[in-house]
């Protein structure tokens, strides 16, 4: 049983917008505060109300929902404006992980500063997120990296991979199955050592693929670019589900 403690931050008479994290596939990965927060809210705004749900089914959760995705128009954000003027207390959670991260609701969050300044309270309910995970399990330096989203489909992509191979700290991207081989295939051929140093294991730098953390199907494959791609190559069944690529520093 939860205890219904209030230990919001802020003055309760003010509207708040949680920003929540929820499981990036195990369901079970989710905050004691996440699950309260969620419960007390006047209203939860999904990425996709479909998705959310089968979370607030586990967790007995009966807090009404709304969407709010990349694609919302204007009207759904004066909505969402209206109901912070009204004092109601709102969750924005996504469909994985930790919302405004490579997803949608940033936007959201800035206009919600622009245009109430410090009158609503924003407040972090933190967890999850693939890009830490993956980080974490890797073993590369991770005092400091360089987190790059999702990579551009075309323009800039190639310069992107040269800044990468040239990169003093660790390198984390989210990738698709429909492109992860295509990727594996750039870093093979733009992390190749200089010739003078083809002999030296030194020259060598690996990478860590991550697939479908915390999900049944979990694995992490690291080595070096050829060995990661080739995994890959030989195990087709293996290059579907979701990805994130940590390269080690130079
Ligand atoms: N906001 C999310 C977060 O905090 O992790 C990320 C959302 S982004 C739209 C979705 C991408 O995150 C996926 O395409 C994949 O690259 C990565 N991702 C999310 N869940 C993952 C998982 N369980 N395993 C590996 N990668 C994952």
Known sequence: MLAKTTDYRYCTLMSKIFIVSTPIGNLEDITLRAIRTLKEVDLILCEDTRVTKRLLERYEIDTPTMSYHAQSKLSKVEKIFTLLEEGKDLALVSDAGTPTISDPGCLLIAQVRERFGDAIAIIPIPG???????????GFPASEFLFLGFLPHKKGR?????????????????????RILKTLESLRKHLQPPPSLKLRRAGKRKILVARELTKIYEENIIGEPEEVLAHFLNNPDRVRGEFVVVIERK
């Open 158 to 178: 190639e310069t992107l991979f040269k800044e990468i191979a040239d990169a003093k700290r660790t390198v984390v991207f989210y990738e698709s199955p429909h």
């Open 128 to 138: 999850p997120s693939a890009v830490l995970s993956a980080l974490a399990v890797s």
